[in-house]
Structures are given as structure tokens and as C-alpha cells.
């Protein structure tokens, strides 16, 4: 899970669980895989993938660093966090605060349009399940 309120440090503190995290994934983990594993490190060879949750922090981080992800996947991802902060109240609420607070920061389709004019944006992908398919916002 993935630290919100921009994702700043001294905000991910109050939740030990997601401390960093946005760190990791992003910037340690693929420099990991490409060390432990041998594999290019070229952004057009850097992919990252999620179910569910772990879909839209997917989305976010190759949005957020599309330097460095050549695509993105999100399985059954909530893609519209905002539109969905009233449904899923018991996950945004420890993230965004009891106002659940979205900044754009947070927002796919806000980071999305600010990479719409840049020649690096990565390349999306998103499908979902058929558990799934009576829901609007994935």
C-alpha cells in the first residue's frame, strides 16, 4: 500500500506499514531486479503491474516516474480514486485523512493529463476481471 497526501516522508511516518514504500518500488526494487537478475535497465524494457490496489499504485508510480517505466498495468485497479472515496471509505480514510482529501498528486486522471503532451509517457494498459465487470470505476 502506498503512502497518499502526496506522499511525503513525514506523512508516511503516521503509517508504519506504508513508510517509504513509493521509494521502494520505484526507484530501489527495479534497480534490485536489475542488478540481482542481469535484465536492462532501459526504461522501453521497464514495465510495472498490479492487482487491485497494488494496480493503481502501478499506474501512479509509472505515471509519476516515466522516465524510468516504458508501461504500466492495472489488473481490476480502482483508476478513479476520487470517484471512489465515498465506496471504499475504509481504505481512503487512513490515506487521505477522515475528509478524505485527494490531491491531484494522487489523481491517475490528473497525473495522466500532465503527461498527455510528454513524448516519455508510458503506455497503459488496464483490464478487468469478470467478478468485476459491473463496476464503473475500474
Same mark, same amino acid.
Given at each position: 500500500?502506498? +503512502?497518499? &497526501?502526496?506522499?511525503?516522508?513525514?506523512? +508516511?511516518?503516521?503509517?508504519?506499514?506504508?513508510?517509504?514504500?513509493?521509494?521502494?518500488?520505484?526507484e530501489?526494487?527495479p #534497480?534490485? =531486479? +536489475?542488478?540481482?537478475?542481469? %535484465?536492462? #535497465? &532501459?526504461?522501453?524494457?521497464?514495465?510495472?503491474?498490479?492487482?487491485?490496489?497494488?494496480?493503481y499504485?502501478?499506474?501512479? *508510480?509509472?505515471?509519476?516516474?516515466?522516465?524510468?517505466?516504458?508501461a504500466?498495468?492495472?489488473?481490476?485497479?480502482?483508476?478513479? *480514486? %476520487?470517484?471512489?472515496?465515498?465506496?471504499? &471509505?475504509d481504505?481512503?480514510?487512513?490515506?487521505?485523512?477522515?475528509? =478524505? =482529501? *485527494?490531491?491531484?498528486?494522487?489523481?491517475?486522471?490528473?497525473?495522466?493529463?500532465?503527461?498527455?503532451?510528454?513524448?516519455? &509517457?508510458? @503506455? =497503459?494498459?488496464?483490464?478487468?476481471?469478470? @467478478?468485476?465487470?459491473?463496476?464503473? +470505476? *475500474?
Amino acid at each position: 500500500h502506498l +503512502c497518499g &497526501k502526496g506522499n511525503l516522508d513525514e506523512e +508516511c511516518e503516521k503509517y508504519s506499514y506504508s513508510y517509504k514504500q513509493l521509494e521502494f518500488i520505484s526507484e530501489e526494487l527495479p #534497480d534490485l =531486479i +536489475c542488478e540481482f537478475f542481469n %535484465v536492462s #535497465d &532501459k526504461r522501453e524494457d521497464t514495465y510495472i503491474a498490479g492487482l487491485s490496489m497494488g494496480g493503481y499504485g502501478a499506474l501512479k *508510480i509509472a505515471l509519476k516516474n516515466p522516465q524510468r517505466f516504458g508501461a504500466a498495468a492495472g489488473l481490476s485497479s480502482v483508476a478513479d *480514486i %476520487v470517484g471512489t472515496a465515498d465506496m471504499f &471509505k475504509d481504505v481512503h480514510i487512513p490515506i487521505f485523512g477522515e475528509d =478524505i =482529501i *485527494i490531491p491531484d498528486s494522487e489523481n491517475l486522471f490528473e497525473l495522466a493529463k500532465i503527461q498527455n503532451e510528454n513524448p516519455l &509517457k508510458p @503506455r =497503459i494498459y488496464m483490464e478487468k476481471g469478470k @467478478r468485476h465487470e459491473n463496476l464503473d +470505476c *475500474i
